[in-house]
């Protein structure tokens, strides 16, 4: 996919530009710098994270000696190591089956829209605010509206586009894509990591240092989860400008 986007942006005339992504965009546009860097003028994310081995050490570390890595006011980005795990598994589930199964719960949801609505849906609560499971709608026009949630749903529903957007999972995190081990290879280029509290977790600057060389630009924003650029686009927005500025500075100071 990271190759097919950077054709993309080379046919439509731009052979320089600049990669903005969450979740999926974020992984994609990391491949993106990783393996074409010379059309890359700076790559923003927020959903920053790698899997480089280091990343990892650091990340252990980090876990159980939090007060060497992690400054007072960022402490509410970083839970501690029991609170993280169960989230991280309570969360989980969807992954594991998508990763292993997708065709079987692809073909489920592919005719079942109240299925559907309810699958997606539960991720616009807890990964919003995982506070918002305990509220009996889970909180879901807290941050948007029913409108906006349902186009989500039926762009899924009228594509028929559910089983491919979940075998994404399993392709990506088969053997032969993890052995290419892409995390290994710095990214050289401008990069900026825009944190939103709610989302299902973080890295500290020094853990993603181990892949990305040259991290122009960290924020931590005590508000919004995953869905920021639907739930609090303005502050995404205007994140993404600062970083822009700061990398076009570098760039023509090189």
């Given at each position: 996919?990271?190759?097919?986007?950077?054709?993309?942006?080379?046919?439509?005339g731009h052979d320089k530009f600049l990669i903005q992504g969450g979740d999926w965009g974020s992984l994609i546009g990391?491949?993106?710098?990783?393996?074409?860097?010379?059309?890359?003028?700076?790559?923003?994310?927020?959903?920053?994270?790698?899997?480089?081995?280091?990343?990892?050490?650091?990340?252990?570390?980090?876990?159980?000696?939090?007060?060497?890595?992690?400054?007072?006011?960022?402490?509410?980005?970083?839970?501690?190591?029991?609170?993280?795990?169960?989230?991280?598994?309570?969360?989980?589930?969807?992954?594991?089956?998508?990763?292993?199964?997708?065709?079987?719960?692809?073909?489920?949801?592919?005719?079942?829209?109240?299925?559907?609505?309810?699958?997606?849906?539960?991720?616009?609560?807890?990964?919003?605010?995982?506070?918002?499971?305990?509220?009996?709608?889970?909180?879901?026009?807290?941050?948007?509206?029913?409108?906006?949630?349902?186009?989500?749903?039926?762009?899924?529903?009228?594509?028929?586009?559910?089983?491919?957007?979940?075998?994404?999972?399993?392709?990506?995190?088969?053997?032969?894509?993890?052995?290419?081990?892409?995390?290994?290879?710095?990214?050289?280029?401008?990069?900026?990591?825009?944190?939103?509290?709610?989302?299902?977790?973080?890295?500290?600057?020094?853990?993603?240092?181990?892949?990305?060389?040259?991290?122009?630009?960290?924020?931590?924003?005590?508000?919004?989860?995953?869905?920021?650029?639907?739930?609090?686009?303005?502050?995404?927005?205007?994140?993404?400008?600062?970083?822009?500025?700061?990398?076009?500075?570098?760039?023509?100071?090189?």
């Amino acid at each position: 996919m990271a190759v097919v986007l950077r054709n993309l942006m080379l046919r439509l005339g731009h052979d320089k530009f600049l990669i903005q992504g969450g979740d999926w965009g974020s992984l994609i546009g990391s491949n993106i710098a990783t393996l074409r860097p010379q059309n890359v003028l700076g790559y923003h994310s927020n959903m920053c994270g790698t899997n480089h081995q280091m990343s990892h050490f650091f990340r252990f570390l980090r876990v159980w000696f939090p007060f060497f890595f992690v400054k007072s006011e960022q402490k509410v980005f970083f839970k501690p190591f029991g609170k993280e795990f169960t989230y991280i598994m309570e969360e989980s589930g969807y992954f594991h089956i998508q990763a292993t199964k997708p065709d079987t719960i692809g073909t489920t949801l592919l005719q079942n829209p109240v299925g559907l609505a309810a699958y997606i849906l539960e991720k616009f609560s807890t990964w919003t605010n995982p506070e918002y499971k305990k509220l009996e709608d889970g909180g879901l026009t807290k941050r948007f509206t029913l409108d906006e949630l349902l186009d989500n749903i039926m762009i899924y529903y009228t594509t028929k586009s559910i089983t491919t957007s979940q075998r994404l999972y399993s392709e990506a995190f088969s053997f032969a894509q993890m052995d290419l081990n892409v995390d290994a290879v710095h990214v050289n280029q401008p990069t900026g990591c825009a944190r939103f509290v709610h989302d299902l977790r973080h890295s500290t600057d020094l853990e993603l240092s181990t892949k990305y060389k040259n991290l122009i630009h960290s924020t931590y924003h005590k508000d919004g989860g995953h869905f920021a650029a639907l739930e609090l686009p303005q502050i995404l927005y205007n994140d993404f400008v600062e970083f822009v500025d700061k990398a076009l500075t570098q760039k023509l100071a090189n």
